[in-house]
């Protein structure tokens, strides 16, 4: 994974500086939309025994039946990414340019003096509260693990279809991405001083050691992760409007 992040980053490094914000800004700008429109003008996106990770896990709303009930499960997730502290660096540069990119150039249209900087205050304090976000994440990850058995359980029988196997690199990259997590690292052992000195500690160290070999690729996983769950759904919407049929492997 780590000489595939590296591959992708060569290329990258060779375009100007403004390319990687807008990039950023396109794409984060796309999957917003597209989510606003799926869950206010289309039904809930379940197919046979296919649940759209936008669903999971099914909540009965007591709303209005033109309001979806995604919005009782996708507070979670969202709040996590926005609150992940690479997506904090990634659209502060492209939504607020605030830096825009590391480059000399790109300093000098610096739009904020270091003198007047007070961090994350104000409207972003709420950043703060990204491990509760992860917690939370966690649990709805354990739904989206059992979507994904269902999945290879068409007709109650065990099978390997083109739509499951959809959902296992799904959920395998959304645990990749949590996993990684920069927060939950710092959780397991980022606080110990001294592994010896406290209970569990050979324990902590191996963790927050796994977890460091996750962590150089949050980002990867971030951007992988955020894709697989717009496949997962448009892939669920394409069987529901009929335009493609779900292949049986085995």
Known sequence: MASLTAAIKK?????????????????LTGFGLYTMVTILFFDRGEYANYLSPFYSPPVNSPLPAWLSPAIFVLWLPLGFRATCYYYRKAYYRAFFWDPPACSSKAQQREPRSTENYRGERNLFVW??????????????????????VRAFLPEGSFGITLGSLVFLVNVTLLWSYSL???????????????????????????????????????????????????????????????????????
Do not use: E
């Not at 290329?11 to 800004?25: C, M, S």
């Not at 397991?188 to 902590?204: F, H, L, M, P, Q």
């Not at 697989?228 to 394409?238: G, K, N, Q």
């Open 11 to 27: 290329p990258i490094q060779r375009l100007p500086w403004w390319v990687g914000p807008i990039t950023v800004t396109a794409v």
């Open 180 to 250: 990684s997590c920069h927060s939950l690292r710092h959780i397991v052992g980022g606080r110990v001083d001294c592994y010896s000195c406290v209970k569990g500690g050979n324990a902590r160290r191996k963790a927050y050691s796994w977890l460091s070999v996750l962590n150089v690729n949050h980002a990867t996983f971030a951007w992988l992760s955020l894709f697989s769950l717009l496949i997962t759904d448009i892939y669920i919407r394409l069987l529901l409007a009929g335009v493609v049929t779900d292949l049986r492997i085995l």
């Open 127 to 148: 950043n703060n509260i990204h491990r509760y976000f992860m917690y939370g994440s966690f649990v709805l990850l354990i739904f989206l693990t059992i979507d994904t």
